[in-house]
């Protein structure tokens, strides 16, 4: 059945409680060959296209079914009623539907009744339901920013206090190559050295040294233009230096993704199709002391190194690096992103997934975020590695017998509760231990720093068993898979409470299917594109300043023109297409007849160009397009995004539903602040580590500092960057080189007043190596893998 009623936007939390259901039919009623009541009964909670909720199946024959199940669900959804499908697991031909319509939710006011069931002949059927909605413009969860005591309560680890968190851009930033950016004390911002650090802290490590990754290749070099001495071991390669550590007695593990499509034995070497080199990884480390283990299912995209360094006095404590950067090839880079210098730094390390054999090109630059966590969220990302450990090494190929005949030693990790040289959390306080600490709450430079992860019970051991101790841990049961959904849960929060501006940069932009303008059973759930364009919305209706950058690689890695790059590019299309719309309908609504959607709404890439040097390359290989004119994307993997110069998630999650599923790709991030350096705290814009990590990325995107980009919320900020894009993307098309202003481009959509979205008029396919901008869907592929 549906109603006719008006679409309502239900924007905020909904409590339900799924209590029970009265005389269910017996199957006799729906179909002429079952005779028998409904065995398995569960209820699936539908907004629009998207399924929220999902209770348990009970196991009784009975026309009387009872779940008391409990679910707290943000939403962000344009709907006319809220779907209860009640299904059973042995009979798929039921068909029976509640409705609650959704101008009854919108008033706020607690439902507690009964709702007739549709489907079938018997008047007196009827589903109970509790159903509260809060609308997020009331809850003071939202209303008051980051305030000092900010946390995403529904997450499995807890806010720890007293971290400390460095942020790093690019893989290394060679000294001198940014400007001078000032904090509010005086200071000038740090331009930190992600692979050298990582180098130092696995060479200084006398405990362990644990790697995640969804491509870790033994042949990568860390550091290859050195600001400082290398410690012991620092010139070996990847490999090397762990074999290295190991003999030393570092315990040395490896959790890497298992390409199925890779294969590297005496008969068949295939580099498998997304070239993780895990095969070839694994097959270096045996017969070492270091253990290596794969990990199929949907990617194991998580990128962790967890290593012991230098504590208080004598002791040694965790640290941690997580974030966009895997440990392999074609992932070194610095701000400046040359496309050319492959026989000095990039040397061996030639990746261009776009070309094809044969033709020659530029290198495709890499920009990604990454950072490093020190204090007590450190021993939350070890957690996380223990518990995916145990799982791993559970699988059946981890036999003993595969053991003995891959050459693994027999392996336990490290017990730091049982090692009195490592700091480790008091079992008394297992929330807030002060001894973990690394700053002093009264500290300035103090960080409050939290862990969210997309991942689920296939994929680590030690999640509870029942839906309510998984309530409990802040953890979603649904039939039997207990998944920690937290990155998407922390996504949500921080831009429900941004007050000024957000700045996202992500491999992947795609979400919120149930409100595109096609294509709307794809999927691609997550809230994430919703919830900002419902900021901005609010925004213009409190008629206050608000701006959202975004940040994406000009097309998802690999050849543009194939199926599935161009059904990526035709999500992230609707996705756009959805956002725009509902920004110009605020605006009309409104009546601000003089602003245009992109003056709070825009999409960017990185580019570059550069004239290279006839003697660089001895290849032979036929000249591409892209070496013609000596230009070519940068490549756009991070996983980040900034709130007002005061909050900022880093992670390995890309903003698509694989990610934030939770019961796809396995991911970790970080969300955090330093309390003293938040606009709550200050009453004015301030000006901590997290403005200067945004100043210091935007001054490598627009290649200077202008006075303007401080306030990005300001529609002056807004039209300088749109300007720098808008020429630095003529001069990047240009048949005749220029050289560019910094790296940002404008992403060749054209926006209208209306919300529309089109192909920059005479850019509808990328520069030199074709595919259309805004995709087309390739029904040949599971929707599951391309959203």
Same mark, same amino acid.
């Given at each position: 059945?549906?109603?006719?009623?008006?679409?309502?936007?239900?924007?905020?939390?909904?409590?339900?409680? $799924?209590?029970?259901?009265?005389?269910?039919?017996?199957?006799?009623?729906?179909?002429?060959?079952?005779?028998?009541?409904?065995?398995?009964?569960?209820?699936?909670?539908?907004?629009?296209?998207?399924?929220?909720?999902?209770?348990?199946?009970?196991?009784?024959?009975?026309?009387?079914?009872?779940?008391? /199940?409990?679910?707290?669900?943000?939403?962000?959804?344009?709907?006319?009623?809220?779907?209860?499908?009640?299904?059973?697991?042995?009979?798929?031909?039921?068909?029976?539907?509640?409705?609650?319509?959704?101008?009854?939710?919108?008033?706020?006011?607690?439902?507690?009744?009964?709702?007739?069931?549709?489907?079938?002949?018997?008047?007196?059927?009827? $589903?109970?339901?509790?159903?509260?909605?809060?609308?997020?413009?009331?809850?003071?969860?939202?209303?008051?920013?980051?305030?000092?005591?900010?946390?995403?309560?529904?997450?499995? @680890?807890?806010?720890?206090?007293?971290?400390?968190?460095?942020?790093?851009?690019?893989?290394? &930033?060679?000294?001198?190559?940014?400007?001078?950016?000032?904090?509010?004390?005086?200071?000038?911002?740090?331009?930190?050295?992600?692979?050298?650090?990582?180098?130092?802290?696995?060479?200084? +490590?006398?405990?362990?040294?644990? $790697?995640?990754?969804?491509?870790?290749?033994?042949?990568?070099?860390?550091?290859?233009?050195?600001?400082?001495?290398?410690?012991?071991?620092?010139?070996?390669?990847?490999?090397?230096?762990?074999?290295?550590?190991?003999?030393?007695?570092?315990?040395?593990?490896?959790?890497?993704?298992?390409?199925?499509?890779?294969?590297?034995?005496?008969?068949?070497?295939?580099?498998?199709?997304?070239?993780?080199?895990?095969?070839?990884?694994?097959?270096?480390?045996?017969?070492?002391?270091?253990?290596?283990?794969?990990?199929?299912?949907?990617?194991?995209?998580?990128k962790c190194v967890i290593v012991?360094?230098?504590?208080?006095?004598?002791?040694?404590?965790?640290?941690?690096?997580?974030?966009?950067?895997?440990?392999?090839?074609?992932?070194?880079?610095?701000?400046?992103?040359?496309?050319?210098?492959?026989?000095?730094?990039?040397?061996?390390?030639?990746?261009?997934?776009?070309?094809?054999?044969?033709?020659?090109?530029?290198?495709?630059?890499?920009?990604?975020?990454?950072?490093?966590? /020190?204090?007590?969220?450190?021993?939350?990302?070890?957690?996380? @590695?223990?518990?995916?450990?145990?799982?791993?090494?559970?699988?059946?190929?981890?036999?003993?017998?595969?053991?003995?005949?891959?050459?693994?030693?027999?392996?336990?990790?490290?017990?730091?509760?049982?090692?009195?040289?490592?700091?480790?959390?008091?079992?008394?306080?297992?929330?807030?231990?002060?001894?973990?600490? &690394?700053?002093?709450?009264?500290?300035?430079?103090?960080?409050?720093?939290?862990?969210?992860?997309?991942?689920?019970?296939?994929?680590?051991?030690?999640?509870?068993?029942?839906?309510?101790?998984?309530?409990? !841990?802040?953890?979603?049961?649904?039939?039997?898979?207990?998944?920690?959904?937290?990155?998407?849960?922390?996504?949500?929060? +921080?831009?429900?409470?941004?007050?000024?501006?957000?700045?996202?940069?992500? !491999?992947?932009?795609?979400?919120?299917?149930?409100?595109?303008?096609?294509?709307?059973?794809?999927?691609?759930?997550?809230?994430?594109?919703?919830?900002?364009?419902?900021?901005?919305?609010?925004?213009?209706?409190?008629?206050?300043?608000?701006?959202?950058?975004? &940040?994406?690689?000009?097309?998802?890695?690999?050849d543009p023109k194939s199926g599935?790059?161009?059904?990526?590019?035709?999500?992230?299309?609707?996705?756009?297409?959805?956002?725009?719309?509902? $920004?110009?309908?605020?605006?009309?609504?409104? !009546?601000?007849?003089?602003?245009?959607?992109?003056?709070?709404?825009?999409?960017?890439?990185?580019?570059?160009?550069?004239?290279?040097?006839?003697?660089?390359?001895?290849?032979?290989?036929?000249?591409?397009?892209?070496?013609?004119?000596?230009?070519?994307?940068?490549?756009?993997?991070?996983?980040?995004?900034?709130?007002?110069?005061?909050?900022?998630?880093?992670?390995?999650?890309?903003?698509?539903?694989?990610?934030?599923?939770?019961?796809?790709?396995?991911?970790?991030?970080?969300?955090?602040?330093?309390?003293?350096?938040?606009?709550?705290?200050?009453?004015?814009?301030?000006?901590?580590?997290?403005?200067?990590?945004?100043?210091?990325?935007?001054?490598?995107?627009i290649g200077r500092i202008e006075?303007?980009?401080?306030?990005?919320?300001?529609?002056?900020?807004?039209?300088?960057?749109?300007?720098?894009?808008?020429?630095?993307?003529?001069?990047?098309?240009?048949?005749?080189?220029?050289?560019?202003?910094?790296?940002?481009?404008?992403?060749?959509?054209?926006?209208?007043?209306?919300?529309?979205?089109?192909?920059?008029?005479?850019?509808? @396919?990328?520069?030199?190596?074709?595919?259309?901008?805004?995709?087309?869907?390739?029904?040949?592929?599971?929707?599951?893998?391309?959203?």
């Amino acid at each position: 059945m549906k109603n006719n009623e008006e679409m309502i936007y239900l924007h905020g939390d909904i409590d339900i409680k $799924i209590i029970e259901a009265r005389c269910m039919p017996c199957m006799e009623f729906i179909s002429e060959h079952v005779c028998h009541c409904l065995q398995n009964p569960y209820v699936k909670v539908y907004m629009g296209e998207a399924r929220v909720a999902c209770t348990a199946r009970v196991r009784a024959r009975s026309q009387n079914p009872v779940w008391n /199940e409990h679910f707290q669900l943000p939403l962000a959804h344009p709907v006319d009623q809220v779907r209860f499908a009640l299904r059973d697991t042995e009979i798929c031909e039921t068909k029976l539907n509640a409705f609650v319509p959704a101008k009854k939710i919108v008033t706020g006011e607690l439902i507690d009744e009964w709702f007739l069931v549709v489907g079938t002949d018997g008047p007196h059927t009827a $589903i109970k339901l509790q159903i509260k909605f809060t609308p997020c413009e009331i809850n003071p969860i939202y209303s008051s920013g980051i305030s000092e005591n900010f946390a995403v309560e529904r997450s499995y @680890f807890p806010m720890r206090h007293g971290g400390k968190l460095t942020l790093y851009q690019d893989a290394h &930033v060679i000294d001198g190559m940014l400007p001078e950016i000032k904090l509010e004390d005086g200071r000038n911002f740090e331009h930190e050295k992600c692979w050298e650090d990582i180098c130092h802290s696995i060479s200084e +490590a006398l405990h362990l040294v644990y $790697i995640v990754g969804w491509s870790v290749y033994h042949k990568v070099k860390l550091v290859r233009e050195p600001s400082k001495q290398l410690p012991n071991g620092g010139d070996l390669n990847l490999g090397e230096l762990l074999k290295y550590k190991a003999q030393q007695g570092v315990r040395v593990a490896l959790l890497v993704w298992n390409d199925r499509t890779s294969c590297d034995n005496c008969f068949i070497k295939t580099k498998g199709k997304m070239k993780t080199h895990d095969k070839e990884t694994r097959n270096f480390f045996k017969h070492s002391s270091v253990t290596c283990v794969g990990r199929m299912f949907y990617s194991q995209h998580q990128k962790c190194v967890i290593v012991d360094t230098k504590g208080h006095e004598n002791n040694r404590k965790i640290t941690t690096f997580i974030g966009g950067l895997d440990l392999c090839d074609g992932r070194y880079d610095t701000p400046d992103h040359r496309l050319y210098d492959n026989n000095n730094v990039f040397k061996d390390d030639y990746h261009n997934p776009t070309l094809h054999e044969g033709e020659k090109g530029p290198r495709q630059p890499w920009h990604d975020l990454h950072c490093k966590i /020190e204090g007590p969220a450190a021993y939350d990302v070890l957690k996380n @590695f223990e518990q995916r450990w145990k799982k791993a090494t559970k699988n059946s190929e981890f036999s003993q017998f595969c053991k003995r005949l891959l050459g693994w030693n027999d392996f336990t990790l490290v017990d730091i509760n049982h090692n009195s040289r490592i700091a480790s959390p008091s079992t008394t306080v297992p929330n807030d231990d002060h001894s973990l600490r &690394v700053s002093n709450e009264d500290d300035h430079e103090n960080w409050h720093v939290q862990i969210f992860r997309s991942v689920d019970s296939a994929s680590v051991e030690g999640f509870p068993k029942t839906d309510i101790e998984a309530k409990e !841990q802040n953890l979603v049961y649904e039939q039997k898979l207990v998944i920690d959904m937290s990155i998407q849960m922390a996504y949500i929060q +921080a831009i429900r409470s941004a007050r000024h501006f957000i700045f996202i940069e992500n !491999q992947y932009f795609l979400g919120s299917s149930f409100a595109w303008p096609t294509y709307k059973k794809a999927g691609a759930h997550n809230l994430i594109p919703m919830e900002l364009a419902l900021k901005i919305a609010s925004k213009i209706r409190s008629n206050e300043r608000f701006t959202v950058y975004v &940040v994406i690689p000009m097309w998802p890695e690999g050849d543009p023109k194939s199926g599935p790059v161009q059904e990526i590019l035709c999500w992230q299309g609707e996705t756009m297409k959805m956002m725009y719309r509902i $920004i110009a309908q605020e605006l009309k609504s409104v !009546q601000l007849d003089n602003a245009h959607p992109t003056d709070y709404l825009n999409f960017y890439c990185l580019g570059n160009r550069q004239e290279r040097h006839k003697d660089e390359s001895s290849r032979q290989d036929m000249d591409s397009a892209s070496e013609e004119h000596g230009r070519f994307m940068i490549y756009v993997h991070s996983k980040g995004m900034i709130v007002d110069d005061e909050y900022v998630i880093i992670g390995s999650a890309n903003i698509n539903e694989r990610s934030m599923a939770g019961y796809r790709d396995t991911e970790i991030a970080t969300g955090a602040y330093q309390p003293y350096y938040t606009w709550t705290n200050k009453n004015e814009h301030p000006c901590g580590q997290v403005y200067g990590y945004r100043m210091s990325i935007w001054a490598e995107h627009i290649g200077r500092i202008e006075s303007c980009i401080k306030e990005p919320k300001n529609l002056e900020c807004v039209k300088y960057i749109n300007r720098v894009a808008e020429d630095n993307w003529k001069k990047y098309t240009a048949e005749q080189y220029s050289p560019l202003q910094g790296h940002i481009l404008k992403y060749p959509v054209e926006i209208d007043a209306y919300g529309n979205v089109k192909p920059l008029p005479g850019h509808e @396919f990328f520069p030199d190596v074709g595919g259309k901008v805004l995709g087309n869907p390739c029904m040949m592929l599971p929707k599951n893998l391309s959203t």
